[in-house]
């Protein structure tokens, strides 16, 4: 309180308790993951994960999806939770999206890419060699699926 001005003492009117607020956190972009999507912008997430909450929070979401499907395919599994049009300004269809981390139920994490990308971030040259390699570099999102050697799941 003593650093932050904008962090307030409000007073509960229901148990008379002190408590205090910050103000929210509205971020320009958000950028996230989900399993699947339709072409409106429905999509299902994970629901251990805050996407969810940063897509109803952020100016402006753009949704990452491991596959488009019809609208009435858009519903959520067990631990998935649905995040409706409005809050998804565009879908993005990208099979292996989430690579070098997991996407539960369909792949898992690349240890090893993330080993290396772990050894690359410990210096500024290492580090601007992994941007080439891995993000700059290759052309598009498959050609970065092939330099890393992955293949995501056909889903059946």
Do not use: W
């Not at 952020?58 to 009435?72: D, G, M, N, S, Y």
């Not at 050894?119 to 570099?137: M, P, V």
């Amino acid at each position: 309180m003593k650093i932050r001005d904008d962090f307030k003492i409000v007073t509960d009117p229901y148990s008379g308790e002190d408590y205090v607020v910050v103000p929210p956190i509205i971020p320009d972009v958000a950028v996230i993951h989900g399993l699947k999507g339709d072409r409106y912008g429905g999509i299902t997430v994970l629901g251990a994960r805050n996407d969810r909450l940063l897509a109803t929070a952020a100016r402006k979401t753009i949704a990452v999806v491991e596959e488009l499907v019809e609208p009435e395919e858009v519903l959520p599994g067990l631990q998935e939770v649905y995040v409706a049009p409005v809050h998804i300004d565009a879908v993005v269809v990208a099979p292996g999206g989430a690579h070098p981390t997991e996407c539960p139920g369909r792949y898992g994490i690349d240890a090893g890419h993330i080993m290396t990308y772990v050894a690359a971030a410990k210096d500024e040259a290492s580090f601007q060699n992994y941007l080439e390699t891995y993000i700059t570099g290759p052309a598009d999102h498959e050609a970065y699926l092939e330099k890393v050697g992955f293949r995501p799941p056909e889903r059946a």
